[in-house]
């Protein structure tokens, strides 16, 4: 038996996978605490299910708490400790404004100010030749400087300390020495890549979220602990794979983007198991949608991504963070999303969330303004009796007084027409933000198939459907806890960046494969499992360019012990990837090699290909219910059915509503639904609608 966990804005979701069977708990995350709702929904899942803590083999963890403390500026006191001249790199970024004709810009500030920014003589060239080596004398100084703030994290980062990073370990150590207790970051574990910004704002958010991460994870694992689990603790980072609590705690930075990428990992699954080639994933919960695109059963990867955006789709208006990462687009809109009337008095959500406490209206928490969970409850789209099973019952009133006092008084709509706009408006930003992310990563929408998610995705994805053209979109079984389903289908691994600037025609045979084989065994030594090494799954790429430009494209390295005579096909390689993005190549320039990337994951086995089933019988519907319907915009009678007393091969002609526990699906009038072989719901557009 295995556990995963995902701690969400406002729910928190655990799934128990005990040997084929999944068993599901949604429980509101308790904010201040967060422990505390994962400590509680863990025990209500067992004792309701009559299983013990001991019988626990594993259990995985995704969270968006470092995010969150990125975002609402609570994380540690930090300080940060820099090469002499290089103060300032913090606020200088990339000398460019993300909006050239805002006049009013508001550009994101420095997690750590000015002044409690700190110099000190070193210097390390671009090589790794040290030019000046680093002055000792000013380290009681620099001591009794963070001493007097109290400080509780330091990052450390010092010009071209991925070449050559002794500077960086003896200041490290003397700290450790003469600070015990107080978190140290070096760049040079942190982020040791080229390009000292992205480096450094990746050091200081590590520092800054290091104690909080590190002793939420400690205090997690010794509730657990004391609960009667003594099993491992396992993490999912970003990039889609698991590590472990020491990993974590030194680099929690990792887990920024941890609960999406579980989404990822779930709908590459999926594309896997039912042969899709061409798939958009779609994750919808309390306080964001999350949307990424697969191609050839992979989800797309970066190794670059920005977190706390003053302008939403605007490159450079965050922090840039150089982790390794799944390459996906996150907006403010989820079933919590606040809806409000502008100045210009248009209808808009988001991107802020009414969270768990006090959550939407009709929570009866105490909410009162009008959100997405309580315009599709007003519309007809969620049973006011089974909401999350039953746990948490919705009163339609509050939900329509907060609508009619928020949005209808305003605009002048009758309440129906209101929570309507809502949820069509909500719609076009989530189908616009997938349009633009998928026009963006060189594909279209029209061809692909949608793979929804996520509490309020089902609620959503027919509408986003129809406006993305897609014609085929697939709900999985447990679709409204899918983040923590992909936990269980995630890989044990880790990926290791560094950079080794390099020319291809000047190529350092032996200091790259020495590289390789150091990157190597420290993924193995994250991974902890070195008598499972047949068993790794190995991948390595080279971030390449032309001498002179300003980025790179990744480019795999197939061999693991590089030769010059393999020269000639990476060189072919990055000619047909450049040639891809660009339409040309550059025959007579030289090309160069920024960064190497290697990355280590545990092999699964391989899990059976979906077979279509030969026929499907149409299923009457039974009962109708209430629904105000997008076309018409009027109160309309529509087919209901409960999930469970679905089988496979049946088929549903035409719109209807379907739920279940802990979501509903809403089917529009250009869909058909079949129950797929393996329980999993497919929607198909109705051509002769």
């Not at 697969?294 to 190794?303: M, S």
């Not at 008084?409 to 992310?437: C, K, P």
Request: glycine fraction near 6%; aromatic fraction near 6%.
């Amino acid at each position: 038996m295995r556990l995963a966990i995902d701690i969400g804005g406002t729910f928190t979701d655990i799934v128990l996978e005990n040997e084929h069977e999944l068993l599901t708990k949604k429980v509101l995350t308790s904010i201040a605490q967060p422990e505390l709702a994962v400590i509680e929904g863990i025990s209500d899942l067992l004792n309701e299910n009559n299983i013990n803590s001991s019988e626990i083999k594993m259990i995985i963890h995704g969270t968006t708490l470092a995010t969150n403390a990125i975002i609402e500026r609570k994380g540690a006191k930090t300080c940060f400790i820099t090469t002499e001249g290089f103060r300032d790199v913090l606020d200088i970024g990339y000398e460019s404004r993300f909006d050239q004709y805002d006049i009013l810009i508001e550009k994101t500030m420095s997690l750590v100010p000015r002044k409690h920014r700190y110099v000190i003589e070193e210097r390390t060239d671009i090589n790794g030749s040290q030019i000046k080596p680093i002055n000792t004398t000013q380290f009681k100084k620099l001591i009794e400087k963070i001493k007097s703030e109290n400080f509780e994290s330091i990052g450390i980062g010092f010009l071209h300390s991925y070449a050559n990073s002794e500077n960086e370990n003896i200041l490290k150590e003397f700290i450790f020495n003469n600070l015990p207790g107080v978190e140290v970051s070096i760049s040079s574990e942190v982020c040791p890549e080229i390009r000292e910004y992205e480096r450094f704002t990746t050091t200081v958010i590590n520092a800054y979220i290091k104690p909080l991460m590190s002793n939420y994870l400690k205090k997690l694992e010794y509730e657990l602990i004391e609960k009667g689990f003594n099993c491992p603790l396992l993490l999912m980072t970003s990039g889609g794979t698991l590590t472990n609590i020491p990993s974590a705690c030194n680099n929690p930075v990792r887990l920024v983007e941890s609960g999406p990428a579980g989404g990822a990992i779930l709908a590459t699954s999926i594309a896997r198991d039912l042969g899709l080639n061409k798939v958009i994933s779609f994750d919808m919960g309390g306080t964001t949608a999350k949307i990424t695109v697969i191609e050839n059963k992979k989800a797309i990867k970066a190794r670059e991504f920005e977190v706390d955006r003053k302008a939403r789709f605007k490159k450079g208006s965050g922090f840039p963070l150089r982790i390794p990462v799944i390459e996906m687009v996150e907006i403010g809109a989820g079933g919590g999303s606040i809806a409000r009337v502008n100045k210009l008095e248009q209808i808009i959500t988001g991107p802020d969330s009414a969270g768990s406490l006090p959550g939407p209206a009709c929570y009866c928490n105490g909410g009162t303004l009008p959100t997405i969970t309580d315009a599709d409850l007003i519309i007809g789209k969620i049973n006011p009796e089974n909401f999350a099973g039953g746990k948490i019952k919705l009163s339609k009133d509050l939900a329509a007084d907060a609508i009619t006092k928020n949005i209808s008084q305003i605009v002048n709509l009758d309440m129906d027409t209101a929570a309507l706009a809502i949820s069509e408006i909500v719609d076009e930003t989530m189908s616009n933000a997938a349009r633009v992310h998928t026009v963006e990563q060189g594909h279209e929408t029209s061809s692909r198939t949608l793979i929804a998610f996520g509490g309020a995705a089902p609620l959503h994805v027919a509408r986003v459907a129809e406006k993305l053209k897609v014609s085929s979109i697939i709900i999985p079984t447990n679709a409204s806890v899918g983040s923590a389903v992909g936990f269980l289908k995630a890989p044990v691994g880790y990926e290791v960046v560094k950079s080794l600037r390099t020319l291809l025609k000047a190529f350092p045979v032996k200091k790259v494969n020495d590289l390789l084989k150091i990157m190597r065994e420290e993924a193995e030594k994250v991974i902890e499992n070195k008598s499972e090494k047949n068993n790794f799954l190995e991948e390595r790429f080279a971030y390449m360019r032309y001498a002179g430009q300003g980025h790179e494209i990744k480019v795999p390295i197939e061999n693991n012990l590089l030769s010059i005579r393999h020269l000639d096909s990476i060189k072919s390689s990055f000619e047909q990837k450049y040639e891809k993005l660009y339409s040309r190549i550059l025959p007579n320039a030289d090309i160069e090699i920024l960064t190497w990337s290697l990355s280590l994951s545990i092999q699964s086995e391989n899990e059976n290909e979906y077979k279509e089933l030969n026929s499907y019988t149409n299923r009457e519907e039974s009962t109708l219910i209430d629904l105000i319907d997008y076309h018409s915009e009027k109160k309309i009678k529509v087919p209901y059915f409960e999930r469970n007393d679905l089988n496979p091969g049946d088929l549903i002609m035409g719109q209807c509503i379907i739920s279940e526990d802990q979501t509903t699906i809403i089917v529009s009038k250009n869909f058909n639904t079949k129950v797929l072989g393996n329980n999993f719901l497919k929607m198909e557009y109705n051509k002769n609608e």
